[in-house]
């Protein structure tokens, strides 16, 4: 599995941003795919996820109602689409290859990593 993540940028606040992830290996279509994101010194944290068919996702409170995960398994590529962002939003974000099917939050269960691109909202 290689993942590459791209769409990552300045966007002021309020503005959107749409994130993409290519697997470019196409292996990933009977795995979810999720989303996390870090900031320096922190953990790195869930944002969202979304099963292997696309049909159940789930999302961190915090960002619950404003972005929206999706995946096209033709195309082998994960989104995460972000609306009304704010500057807490700041972070590199990550894509992620789950070791199941199903959506999940938690952290240990994901098995890849993309390498990582930077969203900052300026205020």
């Known amino acids: 599995v290689q993942l590459q993540a791209s769409g990552g940028g300045l966007v002021q606040a309020g503005g959107s941003l749409r994130l993409s992830c290519a697997d470019s290996?196409?292996?990933?279509?009977?795995?979810?795919l999720g989303w996390f994101r870090q900031v320096p010194g922190k953990e790195r944290e869930f944002v969202g996820s979304?099963?292997?068919?696309?049909?159940?996702?789930s999302y961190a409170d915090s960002v619950k109602g404003r972005f929206t995960v999706s995946r096209d398994n033709a195309k082998n590529t994960l989104y995460l689409q972000m609306n009304s962002v704010k500057p807490e939003d700041t972070a590199v974000y990550y894509c992620?290859?789950?070791?199941?099917?199903?959506?999940?939050?938690?952290?240990?269960?994901?098995?890849?990593w993309g390498q990582g691109t930077q969203v900052t909202v300026s205020s």
């Open positions: 992620a290859v789950a070791r199941g099917s199903g959506a999940t939050s938690r952290l240990d269960s994901y098995i890849y």
């Open positions: 290996r196409r292996t990933t279509s009977n795995n979810a």
């Open positions: 979304i099963s292997w068919r696309g049909q159940m996702t």
